[in-house]
C-alpha cells in the first residue's frame, strides 16, 4: 500500500525538542522531495520546511528556521527545538516528485499531533 | 515572503449552487498555484495544481483558473459532498504559503 507515515509527536513542555519521522512504504522515498506542513487546531495550513531528494538542499519557513532541521536517510526526519505552544498542531509530511505531474503532494500521511504545554 | 489573501473566508451556500474562490499573491507567481479541499478531521486532498490541472479522479465541477497574482477555484454546481474547506498553496518560492483558507458551509 502506498503511504507516508509519521510518527514521534507527543506532549511536551516549552523549551523541549522533538524529533517526527515520516516514513514511506509502497514506493521508493529517495525519489520524491518531502515536506513538511502542519495545522494548529481549528486553524489553516501552514508550511514548514522541505528536503531535497538527495538532501543536499532544505528550506523552511520563518517561523520555524534556526530551530527546526530536515534530514533524511531512509526516513524524512524533523527535529523541533526549543518548542513554543505556537507550534502545537498536527504535523503532515507530503511527497512531490521534484516536478509538477499527477504525483506533486498528491499523497500526505495522517498526521502526528505536536502539544506543546506546560 | 509571498503572501496570499484569500477569499471569502467563509461562505454559505446551497446544493446546486455556482460558488467561486479567489486567491490573490502578493507578487507573481506564474501558474504555481494549487488547491486542496480538507473535510473536519481529515487530511487535505490536493484538487488542482498548476492553477488548472485537474488531479485524475476529481470531478469535473471543479475548474481553476488565472496566472501571475490572481486565481479562482470555481465549483460549477455545488454537490453535498463539496461542503468543506478549500485552501489555495503557492509554489513559486520558497517558503511556499497557503491562503488562510475558504470554509463552504450548508445555507
Known amino acids: 500500500q502506498v503511504q507516508l507515515v509519521e510518527s514521534g509527536g507527543g506532549v511536551v513542555q516549552p523549551g523541549t525538542s522533538l524529533r517526527l519521522s515520516c516514513a514511506a512504504s509502497?514506493?521508493?522515498?529517495?525519489?520524491?522531495?518531502i515536506h513538511w506542513i502542519r495545522q494548529a487546531p481549528g486553524k489553516g495550513l501552514e508550511w514548514v520546511a522541505v528536503i531535497s531528494k538527495d538532501g543536499s538542499r532544505q528550506y523552511y519557513a520563518d517561523s520555524v528556521k534556526g530551530r527546526c532541521t530536515i534530514s533524511r536517510d531512509n526516513t524524512v526526519y524533523l527535529q523541533m527545538n526549543s518548542l513554543r505552544p505556537e507550534d502545537t498542531g498536527v504535523y503532515y509530511c507530503?511527497?512531490?516528485?521534484?516536478?509538477?505531474?499527477?504525483?506533486?503532494?498528491?499523497?500526505w500521511g495522517q498526521g502526528t499531533l505536536v502539544t506543546v504545554s506546560s | 515572503d509571498i503572501q496570499m489573501t484569500q477569499s471569502p473566508s467563509a461562505m454559505s451556500a446551497s446544493v446546486g449552487d455556482r460558488v467561486t474562490i479567489t486567491c490573490r499573491a502578493s507578487?507573481?507567481?506564474?501558474?504555481?498555484l494549487a488547491w486542496f479541499q480538507q473535510k473536519p478531521g481529515k487530511v487535505p486532498k490536493r484538487l488542482i495544481y498548476a492553477a488548472s490541472s485537474l488531479q485524475s479522479g476529481v470531478p469535473s465541477r471543479f475548474s481553476g483558473s488565472g496566472s501571475g497574482t490572481e486565481f479562482t477555484l470555481t465549483i460549477s454546481s455545488l454537490q453535498p459532498e463539496d461542503f468543506a474547506t478549500y485552501y489555495c498553496?503557492?509554489?513559486?518560492?520558497?517558503?511556499?504559503?497557503f491562503g488562510q483558507g475558504t470554509k463552504v458551509e450548508i445555507k
Open positions: 498553496l503557492q509554489h513559486n518560492t520558497y517558503p511556499w504559503t
Open positions: 507578487q507573481g507567481i506564474s501558474n504555481y
Open positions: 509502497g514506493f521508493t522515498l529517495s525519489d520524491y522531495v
Open positions: 507530503a511527497r512531490d516528485p521534484g516536478h509538477l505531474d499527477e504525483r506533486w503532494l498528491d499523497l
